[in-house]
C-alpha cells in the first residue's frame, strides 16, 4: 500500500521568507500523481499544486514550487516570499496513475505559522 | 456557482440517532467520493463511486452507507451514530482523465454528543 509522510508536524516562517514543507512517499508503481493541499482555518480544501511523476521539471504555480525527487521518492513544497495568507495545514497527497476512480492517499500535513 | 457543495455544514446530534449528508458536484465530473477527517486533521478515503457505480469502499462501519442517486449527487447515510463518528466529512469529485486533481466540497462537521 501507498504511503504519505509528512515529518513535520509544525513549521513556523517569518512573513516574506521562504520555507520548505518536507513530503516522502513509498510505491511501487511507476506512474503516479503528486499534490499539495492548503487547509486554512476556514476548512476548504484548497489544491495548491500538482506534479506528476513522468515529468523531470518541477512544477511552479506563483510562489509555489515542487523539489521532485523521484529516486529519492520525496515530494518538497517551497514557499517563497511567505504571506500570512499562506498560514494553513499543508497536505501532501498521492493518487496511483491510469486515470481511474482511486482516491488520494493523504500525509498527516503539516501546520504552517506565518509570523509578521 | 458554487462547485462541490455540502450540506449541512455542521450537525449536532445525539448517539444512536441517523443522519444524512448531502453533496452534489455542478462540474460534470463523473467520480465522487467521501472522506473524512479525524480530530488530528487526517485525511481518510471511505467511499468513491464513478458514474453512480461504487468503486473503492474502504473499512468502514456498514452504519455508513453512501447513495449516488446521478453522478452529480453523492449522499453519506449514517445509523446509529456513535461518538467516535465525531469528525469532519468531505465531499469530493474529479473527472475521469490522467493527472486530474480532487476538487473538494467545504466540509460537514458532524458532532455526536
Not at chain 1, 56 to 81: P, Y
Not at chain 2, 79 to 104: M, Q, R, W
Request: with cysteine.
Amino acid at each position: 500500500a501507498q504511503t504519505v509522510t509528512q515529518s513535520q508536524p509544525e513549521m513556523s516562517v517569518q512573513e516574506a521568507e521562504t520555507v520548505t514543507l518536507s513530503c516522502t512517499y513509498d510505491t511501487s508503481e511507476s506512474d503516479y500523481y503528486l499534490f499539495w493541499y492548503k487547509q486554512p482555518p476556514s476548512r476548504q480544501m484548497i489544491l495548491v499544486i500538482r506534479q506528476e511523476a513522468y515529468k523531470q521539471q518541477n512544477a511552479t504555480e506563483n510562489r509555489f514550487s515542487v523539489n521532485f525527487q523521484k529516486a529519492a521518492k520525496s515530494f518538497s513544497l517551497k514557499i517563497s516570499d511567505s504571506q500570512l495568507g499562506d498560514a494553513a495545514m499543508y497536505f501532501c497527497a498521492y493518487r496511483r496513475g491510469g486515470g481511474g476512480a482511486d482516491g488520494l492517499t493523504f500525509g498527516k500535513g503539516t501546520h504552517l505559522i506565518i509570523q509578521p | 456557482d458554487t462547485a462541490v457543495s455540502q450540506t449541512p455544514k455542521y450537525l449536532v446530534t445525539q448517539m444512536g440517532n441517523d443522519k444524512s449528508i448531502k453533496c452534489e458536484q455542478n462540474l460534470g465530473h463523473d467520480t465522487m467520493y467521501w472522506y473524512k477527517q479525524d480530530s488530528k486533521k487526517f485525511l481518510k478515503i471511505m467511499f468513491s463511486y464513478n458514474n453512480k457505480e461504487l468503486i473503492i469502499n474502504e473499512t468502514v462501519p456498514n452504519r455508513f452507507s453512501p447513495k449516488s442517486p446521478d453522478k452529480a449527487h453523492l449522499n453519506l447515510h449514517i445509523n446509529s451514530l456513535e461518538l467516535g463518528d465525531s469528525a469532519v466529512y468531505f465531499c469530493a469529485s474529479k473527472i475521469t482523465g490522467v493527472g486530474s486533481p480532487l476538487h473538494f466540497g467545504n466540509g460537514t462537521r458532524l458532532t455526536v454528543t
